[in-house]
């Protein structure tokens, strides 16, 4: 199955800030795509894109940032979207804009629920009520090498990857809507709590720590489609770090959902319905 292809390139947006990344190695991504041209923007000026009419000489939106998060020496504060970015992305949904999520964007704007269920997911940084339920902090796990499967081979977001494939990776123990995304990428990872710390304790100054922390098993799906509005949108879990960044998988899958979203799920690659 081959992906949308178009006589010139694409143009991504790129939105950054909010949790660190090494930037050159991440920018070597960026720019390792021959028929996409990437820009990159950080917050706060990014949130100034997120509207129709910013946004509209690109194709897709790719959101590598973690918006709405102060982090203090007490503690996190969360801090609300400004109303013109939850109408300007409302606005980009109803139109139908491609966005793709990735890594730590999870665990943006913590404080607007909607967030959560248009991204698919959410890492929480400290316990909060989810979909009506109290939920635990979230998990995480630096370089964790595991086999990932992708569960629908013949998705042009899958196009090209060579699976399964092995990576290592910061992994997370975190809600996943899996009644609500289209599986697309299964880690063997083993998603319960010995082997992932506190996301809250690390916040308040105890990194790698599990004390007073519980966590029932969590999703093994760290890659997801769906759709909000007219809008294609696809979430991937991976892209730590520089081991992440140089996997030949990542850089495909990566590539393939910002070529899909930008063509849009209703438009099709060859002339075949996907």
């Given at each position: 199955?081959?992906i ?17 990344f090494?930037?050159?190695p ?6 390792s ?8 923007v950080e917050h706060?000026?990014?949130q100034?894109f997120l ?9 897709a939106?790719v959101?590598?940032?973690m918006p709405?998060?102060?982090f203090?020496p007490?503690g996190?504060?969360f ?11 409302e606005a980009?949904l109803e139109?139908?804009k ?7 964007a ?5 404080s607007?629920?909607?967030?959560a269920e248009?991204?698919g ?7 909060a009520?989810l979909?009506?339920?109290p939920?635990p902090d979230?998990?995480?796990r630096?370089e964790?090498?595991?086999?990932v ?16 494939f092995?990576?290592e990776d ?7 809507f ?9 880690s ?5 709590e010995?082997?992932?710390?506190s996301?809250?304790?690390a916040v308040?100054?105890?990194?790698f720590?599990?004390e007073?922390?519980s ?7 760290i ?5 909000e509005g ?6 991937l879990?991976?892209g730590?770090?520089?081991s992440a960044?140089?996997?030949?998988a ?12 930008a ?9 075949t319905?996907?």
């Open positions: 199955m081959g949308v292809r178009y006589d010139a390139p694409l143009s991504a947006l790129v939105l950054t800030k909010g949790h660190p090494e930037r050159d991440f920018h070597a991504v960026l720019e795509w021959s028929d996409i041209a990437c820009t990159a706060p000026a990014a100034s509207n129709p009419e910013a946004a509209r000489p690109y194709d939106l959101f590598y940032d709405g998060i102060e203090r007490d996190p504060r801090h609300a979207p400004p109303d013109p970015v939850v109408r300007g992305l980009l139109e139908g491609g966005l793709v999520f990735l890594h730590h999870i665990a943006g704007w913590p607007w629920e909607r967030y248009i991204i997911g959410r890492f929480l940084y400290e316990p009520t979909r009506g339920r939920c979230s998990g995480y630096h964790a090498r595991h086999l499967s992708v569960v629908d081979a013949l998705h042009p977001v899958a196009a090209g990857v060579d699976a399964p092995e990576i910061e992994v997370y123990l975190c809600e996943v899996e009644d609500d995304v289209t599986p697309l990428l299964r063997d990872f083993d998603f319960s010995e082997h992932f710390f996301a809250s304790n308040h100054g105890k990194m720590s599990r007073g922390w966590h029932a098993p969590g999703s093994n799906l890659g997801w489609t769906r759709r007219a809008s294609p949108i696809v979430t879990a991976c730590d770090g520089r960044y140089e996997n030949p990542f850089r495909a899958l990566l590539g393939n959902a910002i070529r899909w979203v063509g849009d799920a209703t438009r099709t690659p060859e002339g319905d996907r």
